[in-house]
């Protein structure tokens, strides 16, 4: 927890979000919420992106935690849906 609202996981390299969008959105809506993190700098950076499959598949865990989820606690408990985009 970096306590700006970001997670850097330490295998990877990563850093997420750890709330997310408040609201389930399209996927166009999904590259404009991005756009907005950049354009904001959200935690200091310019260049969020969405996560490739692989990436997101990272952060699942081999045991749910005490909320039934697959993800660190870290994370906001109200995300249960995310996009991915591979660049290739």
């Not at 993190?37 to 952060?59: I, Q």
């Amino acid at each position: 927890d970096n306590g700006d609202g970001t997670v850097t996981d330490k295998v990877t390299g990563l850093m997420w979000q750890k709330a997310g969008s408040p609201s389930e959105m399209a996927f166009h809506e999904a590259r404009k919420y991005i756009d907005e993190l950049n354009s904001n700098r959200f935690g200091g950076y310019g260049n969020w992106r969405l996560p490739t499959v692989e990436e997101l598949c990272s952060l699942l865990e081999g045991t749910p935690n005490q909320s039934g989820r697959f993800m660190d606690n870290l994370f906001d408990s109200a995300q249960s849906l995310c996009w991915s985009a591979d660049e290739n």
